[in-house]
């Protein structure tokens, strides 16, 4: 198992990491609003754990619709 972990930066919005953390990692309004302040405030936040595949599937996402709405926001995995 890996945990996607999403970094902070100083340009993506606070809104946006929600948006990612609601419609990714299917969290809900309120926990999605807690890692984002994580992510904020610690510089990095486990967004969950998954399977090496599904891992790598949703960083990928993540990736895409950063670069789609021009925002610099990135994620690694790493191991459980």
Not at 46 to 57: D, L, P, Q, R, W
């Amino acid at each position: 198992m890996f945990r996607v972990i999403l970094l902070n930066d100083d340009y993506t919005t606070m809104e946006f990491v929600v948006l990612v953390l609601e419609s990714v990692f299917r969290k809900s309004r309120a926990e999605a609003q807690r890692i984002m302040l994580a992510v904020h405030e610690k510089g990095a936040a486990v967004a969950g754990v998954f399977t090496k595949e599904v891992a790598e599937t949703k960083i990928a996402t993540v990736h895409h619709l950063a670069t789609e709405n021009e925002f610099p926001l990135k994620c690694r995995m790493e191991p459980v």
